[in-house]
C-alpha cells in the first residue's frame, strides 16, 4: 500500500478491491463503514493497523447510500440503500448482521436520513415520488408516507425540531411536518437547476443550506422562505453542501460525476462568503462522500474524513487556526464531548482523562528483543536512543537509533551506522535507505516504527550478505587460466556474435551489444572482439593479467534482488519503431479498398493517400483511373487493350518495385489484374457477338477483329508460372522485401541478393504474384486479416494445401468426415453445440479429449464459471486441451 502524507491529512485507507462508493462514520468516530456492489467493509480507524474487515455482498445492486444511526441507543445501527430497498445492519461482536429489510419504494431509493432524536425513525426518498417514514419497532410497512408530485433527491430531518423533515424535489425545497398529514407546510422555490444537496442548521431551527448544478450555494430562512437570506457563489456545479460541527463553517465538494480535475474540498466561512477559508487538496479523484469525527476529550482537532473515486481514505485534522478562521474558538483545557454525546450526557460530571504513556516508553517495553541475528545493546528512555548489533556471516552492523521529541508523530528516528561496523560501504548505504524509507511510511500515519524498522534490517542485510557472498564466487569462477580454454581452440568455428540489428515484423527494428561490464573490460585490455575462439587463447596469454573467459563477454549477474539496487550491468536489447524508414502505411492499408469498378477504387484510395500526404501516390491512383476508364477516348474498350495504356500501367508497378514500395506496387499490381479481367470480359463479349453475326451472314470484319484482339489478350496476359507458395511467418523473421532485386524462388526468405546481375529473369506475371504475396505477409504482420485475404483473391496461381494438423468433424447422419459446418454428402449441419442444442453455423470450438463443443461465445460463458464440460462426462477440456499441445 502507498502512503502519502500531507501536513493537513493522512492516508487511513486504500482499498482498490473494494470498489465502494458509499461511506459512513459511526457516532463514536470508531467505524467507518464502506459499501459497494461486492463487499460491505469496515475499518477501525482507532487501530494503527490496517486491518479492513469485508463481508460479501450478494446482490447485482450497487450501494447508492449508506449512514449510520447518529443516537447513542442505536448507535450499532447502519442503513444502506440497494436499488428499490433498505437494509438495517447491526455491527456487535464484530459480526454485520442484516436487521431489517425495508421495502416500499417502487423505483431507485435518492437518500435516506436518520432521526437525530428518536432512535427508530428512519426517512427516505426515491425516485418513485414517495417520502416514507419508517419505525423500525414495526418494519413491516412505512409508519407514514407523504407524496409528492416530482421524485426526490434527499431528504433531511430536522436537527433540533423533532417533526420537521425537508425534501428536495429538481430545484424546489418542501418542508413537511409528521404531525400535520400528507401536505407540506411550506413550498419554497430554491434553485432553477436540479438540487444536488440540503442540509439544515445545527444551531437555528428555521435555517437550511442548498446547494445545485447551477454553481451556488443558497441559504434559507423558513419565516421567510421567499428569498434566500444569502448565496455563494462557486465555479462548478456543487454535489454537497453541509454545515461543521463548529463556528459558522461550511464544506463543499464538487460533482463527482463531472470530472473537471476538481477533487478538493473547500471550508468556507457563512459570514464572509467572498472566498474559502482552506482548500483541502490530496483526492486523485473526485470526492464521494464526506463525514466528521468529532473532538476527543483533551484533544483540540476535529478531523474530516472523505472518500473518494480513487478508493483512497483521508483523514484531515481540522487545526485550531482553522476553527478560528470559521468563527470558532476552541478551548483546550476543557475536555469537550461531541455535540451529540454533549446533548445525552447534560448534568452529568466528566471524568478527568489520566495521561497518556509516551508512546517511545510504550514501544521499548513491548519490542521484541529475540530477533534472529540481531542483538539489543541498550535502550535508554531518557536520552531517547536505541543501539542494536548484527552479524550475518563475517559482516557485522553497529546501529544506534535516536528518537526525536516528536517521535512517532511525523518525525521519523535518525539512523546511524557506528565506524565499528565491518560491511561494505555498498551494504551500509543500502540498509539506510531501507530503515528511512520504512521508518517514514510508519510515522506518516503516526505509528511506530522501531520493531518492523529492526526486522527489515536483519532482513535486508542477510540478503545484501548472501548477493555479496554469490558474487564473489561468481567472479572467481571465471577466472580460468590459459589451459581452460582447450576445448575452446578452433580456428574454424567463429567466435559468438556480441552485437547485432534485426528488422522484425513490419516496422520494428531490434538491436542488442555486449554489457557495458564487458565493454569496460575489454577496453581496459586494448582488445577488441575476436575473430575465432582460438583466437581468446593468444590474446588471453600477451595481454590480459585477468585470464578473460568467453563468458565475460556475455555474462554479468545481476548485482542485487533487494528493492534498492544499483544500476544494471546486464546487456539491454533495444527495440526501435523503424516505420519511418519504410514506404509502407499502415493506415493506407486500413483505408485502401479492392471491392468496386477500377474507377472508384482509385478515387477512393486516392483520397486515403491525400489523408497521410503522400501526393505522389494522389497522382499515381489519378493515372491509373485514367488508364481505366478515359472519358476522352470514345472506344475505351479498345484502350484498355492499347499498348501504350499497358505500358503505362507497367511502369507504374515497375517505378514504385523500384523504390521498394511493395504496397503500392501490390495494389497496381491488383489493379492491374481487375483491368485485364475486364478485357477478357469484353473480348468474350466480341467474340459471341461476331459468332452470331456470322451465322446471320454479317459483316465478316467484326469476326476479324475480334480474334486479333483474342491475340493481342494471349500475348500480354498468358506466361508460364512458377509455383510461389503463401507467404508465412519467415523462419529468421522479418526481412524487409527488396523487390528491386527480387529473384524468382519458392520461399519469400532469399529477398536480398549481393549481385543483382547474377539475378535470374522472371516473367512479369510472376513478379507481380511476388509484390502480392510480399504484401499479403506485410498484412497479415498488422493484423489485417481481411485485407489479406482481399490481395490474396487477385492471385494468379492457386494456393497450396494446408500441410499439418487438419480437425474435421463427423456427420452424425452419415458419419462422414466434414471440413465445413454441413456435410458434403448429406447436406446436414455436423455440429451441435452442447449448450443451446441448435446447430452451429459460425464460430465453433471443439474439445479434442472428448468432442464435445459448441458455439464459441456460449463456450466462454461457461468456462469463465466452470472447468468440467458442460455435456456431464466429467473431461476438463480446457485443461486437457492445453496439456495437449
Not at 459499501?35 to 477501525?44: D, E, K, S, T, V
Not at 581452460?484 to 522484425?504: E, V
Not at 538491436?511 to 561490464?517: A, E, Y
Not at 508460364?720 to 519467415?730: E, K, M, N
Amino acid at each position: 500500500m502507498a502512503i502519502n502524507w500531507n501536513s493537513d491529512y493522512y492516508v487511513a485507507l486504500e482499498g482498490k478491491d473494494l470498489q465502494a462508493n458509499a461511506m459512513a462514520v459511526d457516532l463514536t468516530g470508531t467505524y467507518v463503514l464502506l459499501a459497494g456492489r461486492r463487499y460491505i467493509a469496515l475499518h477501525n480507524l482507532e487501530e494503527e493497523c490496517e486491518i479492513v474487515q469485508k463481508f460479501p455482498r450478494h446482490s447485482k445492486y450497487d450501494v447508492g447510500v449508506a449512514e449510520w444511526n447518529p443516537t447513542m441507543h442505536h448507535r450499532d445501527l447502519c442503513v444502506i440503500s440497494s436499488n428499490q430497498r433498505l437494509e438495517v445492519l447491526t455491527w456487535r461482536s464484530e459480526e454485520l448482521t442484516q436487521s431489517h429489510c425495508l421495502k416500499a419504494h417502487t423505483r431507485v431509493v435518492t437518500d435516506v436520513n436518520w432521526h437525530q432524536m428518536d432512535p427508530n425513525l428512519l426517512a427516505s426518498c426515491s425516485v418513485d415520488t414517495f417520502i416514507h417514514i419508517w419505525d423500525l419497532r414495526d418494519s413491516r410497512r412505512p409508519a407514514l408516507s407523504l407524496s409528492a408530485i416530482a421524485e426526490a433527491s434527499q431528504v433531511r430531518w430536522n436537527r433540533i425540531s423533532a417533526n420537521l423533515l425537508a425534501t428536495a424535489h429538481e430545484g424546489d425545497i418542501k418542508i413537511w411536518d409528521q404531525r400535520k398529514g400528507t401536505s407540506p407546510v411550506q413550498y419554497v422555490a430554491a434553485h432553477l437547476s436540479k438540487i444536488h444537496g440540503l442540509d439544515w442548521s445545527r444551531t437555528s431551527e428555521t435555517q437550511f443550506t442548498t446547494c445545485s448544478q447551477d454553481n451556488t450555494v443558497k441559504f434559507f430562512d423558513t419565516a421567510n422562505p421567499r428569498k434566500a437570506e444569502y448565496v455563494l457563489t462557486t465555479n462548478a456545479p456543487v454535489w454537497r453542501a453541509r454545515y461543521t460541527p463548529f463556528g459558522n463553517g461550511l464544506i463543499t465538494v464538487v460533482v463527482p460525476h463531472m470530472r473537471r480535475g476538481e477533487n478538493s474540498l473547500l471550508l468556507w466561512n457563512t459570514a464572509n462568503r467572498a472566498t474559502p477559508m482552506h482548500t483541502f487538496v490530496g483526492h486523485k479523484d473526485v470526492v464521494l462522500e464526506f463525514a466528521w469525527r468529532y473532538k476527543r476529550p483533551g484533544e483540540s482537532c476535529f478531523e474530516l474524513v472523505t472518500w473518494s473515486k480513487d478508493q483512497t481514505l483521508l483523514i484531515w485534522k481540522i487545526e485550531p487556526f482553522l476553527q478560528k478562521l470559521c468563527g470558532y474558538e476552541p478551548e483546550v483545557a476543557q475536555d469537550v464531548l461531541s455535540y451529540h454525546n454533549s446533548k445525552e450526557n447534560t448534568g452529568k460530571v466528566l471524568k478527568k482523562v489520566p495521561p497518556k504513556v509516551e508512546p517511545l516508553q510504550q514501544e521499548f517495553s513491548l519490542i521484541n528483543v529475540h530477533i534472529p541475528n540481531l542483538d539489543v545493546k541498550t535502550m535508554n528512555l531518557s536520552e531517547r536512543i536505541c543501539a542494536v548489533r548484527a552479524t550475518v556471516s563475517r559482516f557485522t552492523v553497529n546501529l544506534q537509533i535516536s528518537f526525536p521529541a516528536a517521535y512517532p508523530h511525523g518525525v521519523p528516528p535518525v539512523f546511524e551506522i557506528k565506524e565499528n561496523s565491518q560491511v561494505t560501504e555498498n551494504i551500509a548505504t543500502q540498509l539506510l535507505q531501507t530503515l528511512n524509507h520504512l521508518a517514514q511510511q510508519r510515522v506518516s500515519k503516526n505509528r511506530t516504527c522501531l520493531e518492523s524498522c529492526l526486522r527489515q534490517m536483519v532482513t535486508t542485510f542477510e540478503q545484501l550478505v548472501t548477493d555479496t557472498e554469490a558474487d564473489r564466487m561468481y567472479e572467481n569462477s571465471f577466472i580460468h587460466s590459459a589451459n581452460t580454454l582447450g576445448g575452446f581452440i578452433d580456428a574454424y568455428i567463429p567466435f559468438p556474435r556480441t552485437s547485432g540489428a534485426k528488422f522484425c515484423s513490419v516496422d520494428t527494428l531490434v538491436c542488442f551489444g555486449r554489457s557495458g561490464h564487458s565493454r569496460r573490460l575489454s577496453t581496459k585490455m586494448d582488445i577488441a572482439t575476436p575473430r575465432a575462439l582460438s583466437a581468446l587463447e593468444n590474446l588471453l596469454a600477451k595481454r590480459s593479467p585477468y585470464n578473460l573467459s568467453v563468458s565475460n563477454y556475455y555474462f554479468q549477474r545481476p548485482r542485487t534482488r533487494t528493492k534498492h539496487y544499483s544500476k544494471p550491468t546486464k546487456a539491454v536489447v533495444h527495440i526501435y519503431d523503424s516505420s519511418g524508414l519504410f514506404l509502407v502505411h499502415k493506415q493506407l492499408a486500413e483505408e485502401y479498398i479492392l471491392e468496386g469498378d477500377v474507377g472508384t477504387v482509385c478515387k477512393h484510395n486516392a483520397a486515403a493517400a491525400a489523408l497521410v500526404g503522400r501526393w505522389d501516390l494522389v497522382q499515381a491512383w489519378a493515372l491509373a483511373e485514367l488508364t481505366a476508364c478515359p472519358d476522352q477516348v470514345r472506344d475505351s474498350e479498345m484502350w484498355v487493350q492499347h499498348p501504350f495504356n499497358v505500358r503505362l500501367m507497367k511502369s507504374l508497378i515497375s517505378h514504385y518495385a523500384t523504390l521498394n514500395d511493395v504496397q503500392m506496387a501490390a495494389m497496381l499490381c491488383c489493379i492491374y489484374g481487375k483491368e485485364q479481367e475486364r478485357a477478357k470480359k469484353i473480348l468474350k463479349n466480341k467474340e459471341k457477338l461476331a459468332k452470331s453475326q456470322a451465322h446471320f451472314k454479317l459483316v465478316p470484319s467484326t469476326f476479324s477483329s475480334s480474334k486479333h484482339s483474342k491475340h493481342i489478350l494471349h500475348k500480354s496476359c498468358v506466361s508460364p508460372y512458377h509455383t510461389i507458395p503463401p507467404a508465412d511467418v519467415l523462419a529468421e523473421g522479418w526481412v524487409f522485401p527488396s523487390l528491386e532485386t527480387m529473384r524468382s524462388s519458392s520461399s519469400l526468405d532469399c529477398l536480398w541478393l549481393d549481385n543483382p546481375e547474377k539475378k535470374e529473369k522472371s516473367s512479369t506475371i510472376s513478379n507481380y504474384e511476388y509484390y502480392k504475396l510480399a504484401y499479403a505477409e506485410i498484412l497479415h504482420r498488422w493484423g489485417l486479416l481481411y485485407n489479406r485475404a482481399e490481395v490474396l483473391t487477385y492471385l494468379s496461381t492457386p494456393q497450396e494445401q494446408h500441410k499439418g494438423v487438419e480437425f474435421l468433424s463427423e456427420c452424425k447422419s452419415c458419419s462422414k468426415p466434414s471440413r465445413s459446418s454441413s456435410c458434403s454428402s448429406c447436406r446436414k449441419l455436423t455440429l451441435n453445440c452442447i449448450i443451446c442444442h441448435l446447430s452451429v453455423r459460425g464460430s465453433a470450438n471443439c474439445c479434442i479429449v472428448c468432442g464435445h463443443g459448441g458455439h464459441t461465445i456460449h463456450l466462454m460463458k461457461w468456462f469463465n464459471e466452470n472447468d468440467v464440460c458442460p455435456s456431464g462426462c466429467g473431461c476438463k477440456c480446457t485443461y486437457e486441451t492445453a496439456t495437449m499441445f
